[in-house]
């Protein structure tokens, strides 16, 4: 049996190379279900790996962030109602004895509608605006392809309780999948040249900088996205 155990392993790898050959080919048929025009202020570059012959883009989107509950006044369109649309149990009443209950409930799995909005500075211009945990019926509600895409996202629930305000509930999602994307061989050579020595593994602050790169990015019957065109773009020298 032994002598059969290398065939049966590069058999293995094999049918998963297939498999996965499939699945990408399945999602890139048709037209895409989104395509979105990024910069590097949504896709971040990784820094730099010794022997890395493989480079993906950090998606960053907008969210609430963990800055203490008294800057938090308002759930927002992520209310409690919404959480319990999508799966949270929600039912018991609103007091401090209930708060760790709320503050101990698992994440859960959802769609999440990622929107490319207008903004100006150099944070991220992609935010969440809507969850369902049908992903259809996220996309009937935000058609514009071109602006909107339907992603993957992991949902989590606050507790809040402000001083002088009765405690409420509010949701974010907390990550989308995948959170990073692959960059094709024909345009690795060109965004490498960018890394730095002392990225930040995990930190995405806003750009201290203007963006040097344009990404389209397209998102596939599974939702998963792939790169479909790079573009350096040219600095305007400092004065």
């Known amino acids: 049996m032994r002598r059969y155990g290398p065939w ?27 395509v979105l025009v990024l910069t590097e202020r949504e896709l971040r570059l990784p820094e730099k790996q010794a022997e890395n012959t493989a480079l993906t883009l950090h998606l960053v989107f ?63 211009r992609l935010s969440v605006v809507d969850v369902d945990n049908d992903a259809a019926a996220l996309r009937q509600r935000h058609p514009e392809r071109r602006r909107v895409a339907i992603v993957e996202a992991t949902a989590i629930m606050r507790y809040v309780s402000n001083p002088g305000q009765p405690p409420f509930l509010m949701g974010r999602v907390s990550a989308v999948l995948p959170p990073e994307i692959n960059v094709p061989r024909e345009w690795r050579g060109a965004l490498e040249g960018l890394q730095s020595d002392d990225a930040q593994p995990g930190v995405s602050p806003p750009l201290q900088h203007e963006p040097r790169f344009r990404v389209t990015v397209a998102w596939g019957k599974r939702l998963e996205p792939w790169i479909t065109k790079v573009e350096l773009l040219t600095l305007e020298p400092a004065r």
Do not use: H, Q
Not at 8 to 34: D, I, K
Not at 71 to 97: H, Q, Y
């Open 62 to 124: 907008e969210r609430w962030r963990e800055r203490g509950d008294t800057e938090v006044r308002e759930a927002g369109w992520f209310d409690r109602a919404k959480l319990e649309s999508i799966g949270f149990e929600c039912r018991k009443p609103m007091t401090p004895e209930n708060g760790d209950y709320y503050r101990t409930r698992p994440p859960r799995a959802t769609f999440a509608a990622l929107e490319l909005g207008e903004g100006a500075s150099l944070e991220s």
């Open 8 to 34: 049966l392993a590069a058999a293995l790898v094999v049918a998963s190379n297939l498999a996965a050959w499939r699945a990408a080919a399945l999602n890139r048929s048709g037209e895409p279900e989104a």
